[in-house]
């Protein structure tokens, strides 16, 4: 079992959708939680970054951590096409110098 | 620019040639990193620089992989005798410290033929 599991989609939904993507972890000990955007031929583009668990909004995006469900999701609102790419979640033990374990990614497509 | 950058974007080289992949971070951040991606999956960590020093190389494959950062800045990913394994992107992060948000470049897209 991978430490992290990560629904690989392929997703396709309409613009102006809600999009949920989710990840699960199997380590407790996990503190850092982020998600990032990648698109195609560029590097991971971080979106989000918590620590606690519960709710972080920025702008049509929003973090949820459950540590208590080892369950992470990221919420986009009224999506648009340039959403389209693909979501890594990551985890980060403390003090673990940045060695990010990831999910496989979800590859999502908004459609106009 | 601001962000990180790897050269070259892409590399193509026969199997066992050598190859050196460099990474420039952003000014002023002390950590650095290194991650292997393969066709659809996640990064994967290879190793990890606080300054010149690597904090953490547990990700290296094998010890054909070396990365060095003389100066605590510039970053240079080194393959000896390269498989048709080792093709992936290989990406490259900093960060201004320990648990604070990494930052990739859009790494090297590495093909070996």
């Known amino acids: 079992q991978k430490e992290v599991e990560q629904d690989p989609g392929p997703l396709s939904v309409p613009e102006g959708a809600i999009v949920s993507l989710n990840c699960t972890y199997s380590n407790s000990a996990f503190q850092y939680f982020m998600w990032y955007r990648q698109y195609s031929r560029k590097g991971p583009e971080l979106l989000m970054y918590t620590y606690s668990s519960g709710n972080k909004e920025d702008g049509r995006f929003t973090a949820q951590v459950d540590k208590s469900s080892k369950y992470i999701s990221l919420f986009i609102r009224d999506s648009q096409p340039s959403d389209s790419a693909t979501y890594l979640c990551a985890m980060l033990l403390y003090n673990q110098g940045g060695k990010l374990i990831f999910g496989q990614g979800t590859e999502l497509s908004v459609k106009p | 620019g601001a962000g990180v950058s790897q050269t070259p974007s892409n590399k193509v080289t026969e199997k066992g040639k050598y190859v050196e992949l460099r990474c420039d971070p952003i000014?002023?951040?002390?950590?650095l990193y290194w991650y292997r991606q393969s066709l659809g999956q996640g990064p994967e960590f290879l190793i990890y620089?606080?300054?010149?020093?690597?904090?953490?190389d547990s990700g290296l494959p094998n010890d054909r992989f070396f990365a060095v950062r003389p100066e605590g800045s510039v970053s240079t990913l080194k393959i000896q005798r390269t498989e048709r394994g080792d093709s992936a992107v290989y990406l490259c992060a900093s960060s201004s410290g320990v648990n604070s948000p990494l930052h990739f470049g859009n790494g090297t897209r590495l093909t070996v033929t």
């Open positions: 000014s002023g951040h002390t950590a």
């Open positions: 620089f606080q300054g010149t020093g690597a904090a953490d």
